[in-house]
Antibody, heavy 116, light 110 residues
Framework: EVQLVESGGGLVQPGGSPRLSCAAS????????VSWVRQAPGKGLEWVSV???????FYADSVKGRFTISRDNSRNTIYLQMNSLRPEDTAVYYCARGMTHGFDVWGQGTMVTVSS | QTVVTQEPSFSVSPGGTVTLTCALSSRSVSTSDFPSWYQQTPGRPPRTLIYSTSSRSSGVPARFSGSILGNKAALTITGAQPDDESDYYC??????????FGPGTKVTVL
């Protein structure tokens, strides 16, 4: 079964630097592209970042320079390093496998709350 | 900045048909934007309905269909069911490695 499981969320102080993980099963992250998508409480979906199988990475303007997406093929896991967090980064963070420039499989999400 | 627009809300009767649209502020949506559609109920992750304009994701009922209508991407629900009451989001591939979601449409079935 193809599955994605996120972890690493929690309460973080402004300026904090948590790292989110997205563990994949049923497929290899090395041969696919994976995105992070977030959803602030009561708001819509916002694409955050993508890593392609060729290691190219791209970011939304709202997180460029603060977030870094990476991949560990040996662990079949995608990471999102988040730096200089702001209250507006508070959201549920989902990882999603890419397919034909869309997203097909989604994880359950991990909540990140930025507050002092 | 790329801005995507969707209708804020729609109401449809059980068994009825509703078409949701997804538009770009700056130009027409085309198949080259690879429009995709997602269904979400509160507290749950999104569920993929349609990718690459009109391809249904695995397990998605045939009453959901995607297309380009005029200058917009469209999602049509034919024969709406009570379980279809959800938020619906479109997404577009707007450039090298860049994606954008619409603000979502809340569909009520009553």
């Amino acid at each position: 079964e193809v599955q994605l499981v996120e972890s690493g969320g929690g309460l973080v102080q402004p300026g904090g630097s948590p790292r989110l993980s997205c563990a994949a099963s049923g497929f290899t992250v090395s041969g696919n592209y994976v995105s992070w998508v977030r959803q602030a409480p009561g708001k819509g979906l916002e694409w955050v970042s993508v890593i392609y199988s060729g290691d190219s990475t791209f970011y939304a303007d709202s997180v460029k320079g603060r977030f870094t997406i990476s991949r560990d093929n040996s662990r079949n896991t995608i990471y999102l390093q988040m730096n200089s967090l702001r209250p507006e980064d508070t959201a549920v963070y989902y990882c999603a496998r890419g397919m034909t420039h869309g997203f097909d499989v989604w994880g359950q999400g991990t909540m990140v709350t930025v507050s002092s | 900045q790329t801005v995507v627009t969707q209708e804020p809300s729609f109401s449809v009767s059980p068994g009825g048909t509703v078409t949701l649209t997804c538009a770009l502020s700056s130009r027409s949506v085309s198949t080259s934007d690879f429009p995709s559609w997602y269904q979400q109920t509160p507290g749950r992750p999104p569920r993929t309905l349609i990718y690459s304009t009109s391809s249904r994701s695995s397990g998605v009922p045939a009453r959901f269909s995607g297309s380009i209508l005029g200058n917009k991407a469209a999602l049509t629900i034919t024969g709406a069911q009570p379980d279809d009451e959800s938020d619906y989001y479109c997404a577009l591939f707007v450039g090298t490695g860049l994606y954008v979601f619409g603000p979502g449409t809340k569909v009520t079935v009553l």
